[in-house]
């Protein structure tokens, strides 16, 4: 018999827990599986534990138990569990299972009762037991050999752990729950005895009932609150207490005829793991599976599954460390259809497979992640699944192999590229376009007709990341060779030509193969959906290119003023720094969450409005927001001074150390597939949050400067999602305010205050503002009157008025509400589709946050899909016309383009008349375009 104790899962207990106390997490399907990530990580955790030890993890069986016949009212209280809970018991069931650990649920008793047989049998025969619960009524099997850990809190409890947590030892916690009684499992108790007069009998008269019982004379002298009255109401209650005590009694003699050494668990079945991680979307879980499987293949020379030792699963992390030292690590066997070229002869061969081919995988290898800096380090292709091969060009560690000439090499495909009857597949394509653009021998890329990242975006922007690691995992159920196996990671990580070829080539050939694999994968998804596959080839394809251009374009900055600015910007925060410490009257850290705490709670007494997950006051921005808006003055300066820290370390200082030294200019990356509506993001810099209301902010877009000779024209799209509003919404208030070309702003003020339109002041139409553009993104009365500053009352008055006048946006609302609940998903006018999982959800806040996302999605998405045509549409005519000038920043709704003087007229009515004329709606898409030396003068 092994001397390791015997370890017993409460699995019910832990379940309810789990879902209780951790944040919801839902698939891409909107299938809730946070209780079962909850408990499995609790499972795993204990397992580390407990390496060597039995292990049972005991659930509740279905149906009811011995104690409903005693007591009909057992558990009578307790509400139905959850659908959202009942539909993770069975997958966490199968996950538990396929992890190899021995699963109990027996009929006619509770979880409790199987777990107390076993550890009294476990104790009778002189082994430990560890129980892991978080139910107090296990307390009363613990003994010598039995401890109670709860993983969750990290509390273990011996007799002495009991005797202080709950004031008696194991022995009497029987007692104490039977006059307490438990609401949540209902056992009634006896009525009017707590917590404090049951530890007051049970230690005043030194035992449990029947002592109690024997002695109901002494209870009167007790030192207890209503003593004098509480033997009469112990009499009373006799057999309630008698009852109840059956009832909290945990059985020990449930038959079950196990050996306590048959619990050890077994073998994992990895494929049904890798298959339930798949539907419960536990990325990194699967991902780790997969690789074991992989690796264990490669290094066996074949493609077969090697099932790791189940203790290999308890060891898992998010992420597998990196080797320290990746370029000395021997190599694992690459699939037999990768190749490193390195001699012409397969160059050769494999440049008439690529003029053959119909379609091209490529991807290009480089020495770092900016597009516009990182130098070309070698390319891969694929033409066909399971084949690859890469040419590396620039590899420079001692001893690497001859390389073919880079420029050579590039000359001959330069042909193949650059043609745009030959159609080519990338992922995230637009980084590549750039690095050849950039190349010795720049190559100007065309005929890409697909990108898988694109193409996953398209298919479900809210599925996975689109990142090639998770679309293989996802898709594929491959797990690709990571960078930082390869390179390591951290301040001695590689950069790409400094890795060994055995290593790099079939990591660069494994990007080919897994690009076109995915491709013809989610294409064929993509082509069952028509209208999805139009916004791929109309709008994400097509805006590829454009991008990339307007990247390497670049825009330029004036330096010498953003180092003005940062000046006087850190000369208002030491003046800020100096009031925010007169105002405490001490000197601290502004940047000092419990520093700031103490001054704000404990000094200076203010309110606190939210809590830490810690439970300490919280110092977080929009904490400070509320209390400043409160007029507290310390919060105000606070507020004033993290703006302006954050402008001036996000642009004013870091700006000029982004300019490009070999173009002097800053070139900004342009994400498509990150926002879910399909908005685009920048970054590096990200010139989607400067500022425009503020002055700090605009003297920033001051600094994005015409060349000379050229001037900057932006052209924005007036009130585009209001109008788009009106479009889907049908409403003629709407439609015809904007069709007769009246401020809707103004006209919903006229509306919604009932004064005439010439007589709406300036705060009415403020107010109007904040109504119609709040109702957009889901605004309850009670935003719209913090927004305003009225009642929420009053705000609510505001919003129905609003809706009586506007009926068709209330129409809206509510058909886009059950379209998404039916379908699950809402479209833009264009058909692109975002999905919302948690539409059905019986969680109420995730419901209606789903809800407002379904209204606002189709407006925020069309007014994204509309600027994307713009920007493909001006794209086309700049490049046919010759004319000099260049689009150089998008932003939001704006096309900011950079033209030469005396072509600023004639660009400037064309490119209102190409962005009007992006969507056909049933009012007029408005335009306002703007000419400046700057970025700031022309908006």
């Given at each position: 018999?092994?001397n390791a ?10 379940l309810?827990?789990?879902f209780h ?5 839902t ?7 946070g ?21 049972a ?22 509400p ?7 539909v ?8 538990v ?17 199987v ?34 850990v ?45 917590e ?10 030194g035992?449990?009932?029947?002592v109690i ?10 030192p ?11 009499s ?21 005829n ?58 898992l ?30 160059f ?7 003029e ?26 694929a033409?066909t ?17 001859a ?5 050579q ?14 159609a ?9 376009i ?6 010795s021998?720049?190559i ?40 930082e ?13 400094q890795?060994?070829?055995?290593l ?26 028509p ?17 990339a ?26 003046a ?28 200076l ?5 939210s ?31 993290r ?32 926002a ?22 605009r ?22 999602e209001?109008?788009i509003m ?12 904007f069709?007769?070309?009246r ?33 957009i993104?889901?605004m ?32 809206y609302?509510?058909r ?8 699950g ?11 919302l999982?948690e ?5 109420q ?16 998405g069309t ?11 001006v ?29 600023v ?14 969507a056909?709606?049933?009012v ?15 908006h």
């Amino acid at each position: 018999m092994s001397n390791a104790p015997l370890v017993l899962v409460d699995g019910s207990s832990y379940l309810y827990r789990a879902f209780h106390a951790l944040p919801p997490l839902t698939t891409s399907k909107g299938l809730p599986t946070g209780a079962v990530k909850g408990v499995l990580n609790m499972l795993k955790s204990l397992r580390k534990q407990y390496p060597d030890s039995p292990f049972a993890v005991v659930f509740d069986a279905k149906g009811g138990t011995f104690r409903d016949a005693l007591f009909a009212e057992y558990k009578a209280n307790r509400p139905s569990m959850p659908d959202d809970l009942r539909v993770q018991v069975e997958p966490l069931h199968a996950s538990v299972r396929a992890l190899g650990f021995p699963l109990l649920c027996v009929d006619n008793v509770e979880a409790d009762d199987v777990i107390g047989t076993l550890a009294r049998q476990c104790a009778g025969e002189g082994r430990d037991v560890v129980i892991s619960t978080g139910d107090k009524d296990m307390a009363q099997l613990v003994c010598p050999h039995v401890t109670l850990v709860n993983t969750m809190t990290g509390s273990v409890y011996d007799i002495d752990g009991v005797k202080e947590k709950f004031g008696v030892g194991p022995e009497l916690i029987i007692d104490y729950l039977a006059l307490m009684g438990d609401k949540v499992d209902n056992i009634p108790g006896v009525p009017g005895v707590g917590e404090k007069t049951a530890l007051g009998l049970l230690v005043g008269l030194g035992g449990g009932l029947d002592v109690i019982y024997a002695n109901l004379d002494q209870v009167a002298g007790l030192p207890i609150r209503g003593a004098k009255t509480l033997a009469a109401k112990l009499s009373e209650h006799r057999d309630m207490a008698y009852l109840s005590h059956e009832l909290a009694t945990i059985k020990l003699d449930v038959p079950l005829n196990l050996e306590i050494d048959a619990l050890h668990p077994g073998a994992a079945d990895v494929p049904t793991l890798i298959e339930l991680y798949g539907e419960l979307e536990f990325k990194s879980w699967r991902d780790e599976l997969l690789r074991q499987n992989q690796g264990q293949a490669a290094k066996a020379g074949k493609v077969a599954s090697a099932e790791p030792p189940a203790a290999d699963l308890f060891s898992l992390t998010a992420s597998a460390a990196p080797p320290a030292q990746p370029a000395s690590v021997a190599p694992a066997a690459a699939p037999s259809g990768y190749l490193t070229i390195l001699e012409q002869a397969q160059f050769d061969s494999w440049l008439a497979k690529l003029e053959g081919a119909e379609l091209i995988a490529f991807d290009s290898e480089t020495t770092g992640l900016d597009a516009q800096q990182a130098q070309l380090v070698g390319l891969s292709f694929a033409v066909t699944a399971g084949e690859a091969a890469y040419i590396p060009l620039a590899h420079s560690y001692m001893g690497v192999p001859a390389q073919l000439d880079r420029d050579q090499v590039l000359a001959a495909l330069k042909p193949i590229l650059e043609d745009p009857r030959k159609a080519k597949v990338g992922q995230h394509a637009k980084y590549d376009i750039n690095i050849l653009a950039n190349a010795s021998t720049p190559i100007q890329v065309q005929g890409v007709a697909f990108d898988t990242m694109l193409e996953s975006y398209v298919l479900d922007s809210t599925a996975t990341r689109h990142d090639m690691d998770s679309l293989a995992l996802k898709y594929l159920d491959h797990s690709t060779i990571r960078f930082e196996d390869i390179a390591g990671k951290g301040a001695k990580q590689l950069t790409f030509d400094q890795i060994a070829l055995e290593l790099a080539g079939p990591y660069a050939a494994e990007d080919a193969d897994v690009t076109l694999r995915l491709h013809q994968c989610l294409w064929a998804k993509l082509e069952a959906e028509p209208s999805l596959a139009k916004v791929l080839r109309e709008i994400e394809m097509p805006l590829v290119p454009v991008l990339a251009r307007i990247e390497r374009q670049g825009a330029l900055v004036d330096a010498k003023l953003l180092g003005q600015h940062s000046v006087e910007l850190g000369d208002k925060l030491v003046a800020l720094e100096r009031q925010a410490f007169d105002i405490a009257g001490e000197e601290f850290n502004l940047s000092s969450p419990k520093q700031l705490g103490v001054i704000l709670y404990d000094k200076l007494g203010l309110p606190i409005i939210s809590k830490t997950a810690k439970g300490q006051a919280s110092t977080a921005e929009a904490v400070l927001a509320e209390l400043a808006e409160q007029d507290f003055e310390l919060p105000k300066v606070l507020m004033q001074y993290r703006t302006l820290s954050k402008l001036k370390s996000t642009y004013t200082d870091r700006l000029p150390e982004q300019i490009n030294p070999r173009t002097g200019r800053i070139h900004t990356s342009y994400h498509q597939a990150v926002a879910a509506t399909g908005r685009l993001s920048s970054s590096d810099p990200n010139l989607q949050n400067i500022p425009i209301r503020t002055a700090e902010g605009r003297r920033i877009r001051q600094a994005f400067v015409a060349p000379a000779g050229y001037k900057l024209l932006a052209a924005d799209y007036s009130q585009i999602e209001l109008r788009i509003m009106a479009h889907l919404a049908h409403d003629e208030g709407l439609l015809d305010a904007f069709r007769h070309g009246r401020d809707v702003h103004k006209a919903t003020a006229a509306e919604v205050f009932g004064v005439p339109l010439d007589e709406v002041s300036s705060d009415q139409r403020r107010s109007a503002k904040a109504i119609n553009f709040g109702l957009i993104y889901g605004m309850s009365a009670f935003g719209l009157a913090k927004q305003i500053g009225c009642e929420r009352k009053q705000a609510q008055a505001y919003i129905d008025v609003y809706f009586a006048r506007y009926p068709g946006v209330l129409a809206y609302m509510e058909r886009t509400r059950e379209q998404a609940a039916e379908q699950g998903y809402v479209e833009t006018l264009f058909g692109r589709r975002l999905y919302l999982p948690e539409i059905r959800s019986s969680n109420q806040g995730l419901r209606k946050g789903a809800e407002r996302t379904a209204i606002n999605a189709p407006m925020q998405g069309t007014a994204a899909d509309i600027i994307k045509r713009a920007m493909i549409a001006v794209d086309n005519w700049l490049s046919e016309s010759g004319l000099d000038a260049k689009v150089i920043l998008q932003v939001h709704d704006e096309l900011v383009l950079e033209v030469r003087e005396d072509l600023v007229e004639q660009v400037r009515e064309r490119i209102k008349q190409l962005m009007s004329g992006a969507a056909e709606l049933a009012v007029p898409l408005l335009v306002e375009v703007g000419v400046g030396d700057n970025w700031d003068e022309a908006h």
